[in-house]
C-alpha cells in the first residue's frame, strides 16, 4: 500500500532551528517528526561537555556527515529537550525527535492520549519517520536510535524485529522490566492480558501523584518549561490495553533479544519509588526500580554497556546541569569505542 504523500517542514515550537514535519498514518493518525539544523556556527555543546573529534561506527565510515539520530520519548511525553538535540548536533550528527501518534504535536482533537494495543503498533510512526529521514536510500548515513523509558522498550523491540535496519542503540532509563520484578509481571500478566480483550480501555487506578513533575517542571521545583497537555503533571490516565502492551514487549525483552549492534543503557544510580514527597526524588529515578533494570538490561545483546549516572533522575538529559553533563560525557566516552573515527 502506498504511503501518502509528505507534507512540508514547518517551523517548530521550540524555536530556531527546530522543525516539525507531519506524518500522515494509516488508519487516520499521524505521526510528528521533528528535526533540528542549527545555522553554521551555532553548534554549541552543553557546558562541561566533551567533543567526539568524529562520529563514526566501529569498523563503518560514516564520512564526513555523521550520524542519523532518532529519538522517541516516553509515556505521557513528547519531544522537548532541546539541549539534546543542541549535543547531537555539535558532534556532526543530524538529530530527529518522533511524537508518536496519539503524543505531543500529533495528538488530535478527540484522540485517547497514548493509547496503543501493542508496541509493535508504533512501526508505522517508525517507518514513516525513517522515510522521511532519508533511510531508505542507498547512501543513508548509519542510524543510531534513542529511546527514553517507555520509548527505549519501544525501540529495543523494534530492532529486534528489525534486524539490519540500527547501527547503534541508546536507551534513557529504559522501561525494560515491571518495578515490581520480572516475578510480579508474570503472576499478573494473565489477568491484565483477559482484561485488555474485554475492556481495552478501562482505566486501571493512578499511581502517580505528580512527584516526578515537580522535580522536572519550572512551574515546581524543576528546571523546565512544557506543554502540560502534552505531559500532565499526574500522567495520562494508564489504560489496560497500554498496560498489556508493555507487558508483552517486556515478556519479549525477557527471553534475550540478542541484538547484534552496540547498546547503552543510562540509569540513575538510585531509585525513590514512595508517593509522599522527599527531596530526594530531585536526585532519583521515581519511575522504575533501576536495579531491576540494569539487571534486565543484559537480555539486549552480547554488547551492552550500563552506566549508572550519581543522582539521575527518570529523564537522565532533564536532570541537574552537572548530572546531565555527566550522561553527556558517558556517551562521549561511549563514543569513543563505538561511534568513533576509524585510525
Same mark, same amino acid.
Given at each position: 500500500m502506498?504511503r501518502?504523500p509528505l /507534507?512540508?517542514?514547518e517551523?517548530?515550537?521550540?524555536?530556531e532551528?527546530?522543525?516539525?514535519?507531519t506524518l500522515d498514518?494509516?488508519? %487516520?493518525?499521524?505521526? #510528528?517528526?521533528v528535526?533540528y539544523t542549527?545555522a553554521?556556527?551555532?553548534?554549541?555543546l552543553?557546558a562541561?561537555?566533551?567533543?567526539?573529534p568524529?562520529?563514526?561506527?566501529?569498523g563503518?565510515?560514516?564520512?564526513s556527515?555523521g550520524l542519523d539520530?532518532?529519538y522517541?520519548?516516553?509515556w505521557s511525553d513528547?519531544?522537548?529537550q532541546?539541549e539534546?538535540?543542541?549535543?547531537?548536533a555539535?558532534q556532526?550528527?543530524?538529530?530527529?525527535?518522533l511524537?508518536l501518534?496519539?503524543?505531543g504535536r500529533?495528538l488530535?482533537p478527540?484522540?485517547?492520549? %497514548?493509547?496503543v494495543q501493542? &508496541?509493535?503498533d508504533?512501526?508505522?510512526d517508525?517507518?514513516?519517520? &525513517?522515510?522521511?529521514?532519508?533511510?531508505?536510500?542507498?547512501?543513508?548515513?548509519?542510524?543510531?536510535?534513542?529511546?527514553h523509558?517507555?520509548?527505549?522498550l519501544t525501540?529495543?523491540?523494534?530492532?529486534?524485529r528489525?534486524?539490519g535496519?540500527t547501527?547503534?542503540l541508546?536507551?534513557?532509563?529504559?522501561?525494560?522490566e515491571?518495578q515490581?520484578?520480572e516475578?510480579?509481571r /508474570?503472576?499478573?500478566?494473565p @489477568?491484565?492480558?483477559?482484561?485488555?480483550?474485554r475492556r481495552?480501555r478501562?482505566?486501571?487506578?493512578?499511581?502517580d501523584?505528580?512527584i516526578y513533575?515537580? #522535580?522536572?517542571?519550572?512551574a515546581?521545583s %524543576?528546571?523546565?518549561?512544557?506543554?502540560t497537555?502534552w505531559?500532565p503533571?499526574? %500522567?495520562?490516565?494508564?489504560?489496560?490495553?497500554?498496560?498489556n502492551a508493555?507487558?508483552?514487549?517486556?515478556?519479549?525483552?525477557a527471553?534475550?533479544?540478542?541484538l547484534?549492534?552496540?547498546?547503552?543503557?543510562? @540509569?540513575?544510580?538510585?531509585s525513590y519509588l514512595?508517593?509522599?514527597?522527599?527531596?530526594d526524588a530531585e536526585?532519583?529515578?521515581v519511575? @522504575?526500580?533501576?536495579?531491576v533494570?540494569a539487571h534486565?538490561?543484559l537480555?539486549?545483546?552480547?554488547s551492552?554497556?550500563?552506566? /549508572?549516572?550519581a543522582?539521575?533522575?527518570?529523564d537522565?538529559?532533564l536532570?541537574?546541569p552537572v548530572?546531565r553533563a555527566?550522561?553527556?560525557?558517558?556517551i562521549t566516552?561511549?563514543?569513543g569505542?563505538?561511534?568513533?573515527a576509524?585510525?
Amino acid at each position: 500500500m502506498a504511503r501518502p504523500p509528505l /507534507r512540508g517542514w514547518e517551523p517548530d515550537i521550540l524555536g530556531e532551528g527546530f522543525e516539525q514535519l507531519t506524518l500522515d498514518l494509516p488508519g %487516520g493518525n499521524v505521526a #510528528t517528526l521533528v528535526r533540528y539544523t542549527p545555522a553554521p556556527g551555532n553548534e554549541v555543546l552543553p557546558a562541561g561537555v566533551r567533543q567526539v573529534p568524529e562520529l563514526m561506527l566501529s569498523g563503518v565510515d560514516a564520512g564526513s556527515e555523521g550520524l542519523d539520530v532518532l529519538y522517541v520519548h516516553g509515556w505521557s511525553d513528547y519531544f522537548f529537550q532541546t539541549e539534546l538535540a543542541r549535543y547531537w548536533a555539535a558532534q556532526g550528527a543530524r538529530f530527529f525527535a518522533l511524537d508518536l501518534h496519539n503524543y505531543g504535536r500529533s495528538l488530535r482533537p478527540g484522540q485517547e492520549p %497514548g493509547y496503543v494495543q501493542s &508496541l509493535s503498533d508504533y512501526d508505522a510512526d517508525l517507518e514513516a519517520a &525513517l522515510d522521511a529521514m532519508g533511510q531508505g536510500a542507498a547512501d543513508a548515513r548509519p542510524l543510531l536510535l534513542l529511546g527514553h523509558s517507555t520509548g527505549g522498550l519501544t525501540l529495543s523491540t523494534w530492532a529486534y524485529r528489525h534486524p539490519g535496519r540500527t547501527a547503534a542503540l541508546i536507551l534513557n532509563s529504559p522501561w525494560l522490566e515491571f518495578q515490581a520484578t520480572e516475578l510480579a509481571r /508474570r503472576m499478573i500478566s494473565p @489477568l491484565v492480558s483477559m482484561q485488555a480483550q474485554r475492556r481495552p480501555r478501562m482505566p486501571l487506578p493512578p499511581v502517580d501523584p505528580g512527584i516526578y513533575s515537580r #522535580t522536572v517542571s519550572a512551574a515546581f521545583s %524543576g528546571e523546565w518549561n512544557y506543554n502540560t497537555q502534552w505531559r500532565p503533571v499526574r %500522567g495520562f490516565p494508564v489504560t489496560v490495553a497500554f498496560l498489556n502492551a508493555v507487558f508483552s514487549a517486556q515478556a519479549t525483552v525477557a527471553t534475550g533479544l540478542r541484538l547484534n549492534v552496540p547498546v547503552l543503557v543510562l @540509569l540513575s544510580d538510585k531509585s525513590y519509588l514512595h508517593p509522599r514527597w522527599s527531596e530526594d526524588a530531585e536526585r532519583s529515578d521515581v519511575a @522504575l526500580d533501576v536495579n531491576v533494570v540494569a539487571h534486565r538490561a543484559l537480555s539486549l545483546g552480547p554488547s551492552v554497556s550500563v552506566v /549508572r549516572i550519581a543522582n539521575a533522575m527518570h529523564d537522565v538529559f532533564l536532570s541537574a546541569p552537572v548530572v546531565r553533563a555527566q550522561a553527556y560525557n558517558a556517551i562521549t566516552r561511549w563514543s569513543g569505542g563505538y561511534l568513533r573515527a576509524r585510525a
